[in-house]
């Protein structure tokens, strides 16, 4: 299960990223991350940016509202989305 953790003004989780995937889609869990593939490589920020966009889109949110908090340079890497709440995000990944 993914640790979906409340903050004053959002919620935060960690993701497993997966560059160079063979398509931008969630794989599943690891060890409590959300583990997510995107096709970009990981030059220049660009699988980041994917991972942005990504995210999102699957929970309905503007890009401007999602943020990596930790792991820039990891795959291992904390997520920030700002204006929801860990039961909508829940609700949201479920669908997949």
Known sequence: MIEI???????SFAVRLQPK???TAIIGEL????KLGVTDPPIDGRANEAL???V????KVTRS?????????????????????AEQVRFR???W
């Open 52 to 54: 942005i966009r990504f």
């Open 5 to 11: 953790r409340e903050t004053s003004s959002g919620v």
């Open 93 to 95: 990944l479920k669908v």
């Open 65 to 85: 509202s999602v943020t990596i908090a930790a792991g820039e340079s990891s795959r291992n890497k904390v997520i920030r989305i700002e204006g929801v709440t």
């Open 21 to 23: 995937a063979k398509k």
């Open 31 to 34: 060890n409590g991350a959300l």
């Open 56 to 59: 999102a889109g699957l929970l």
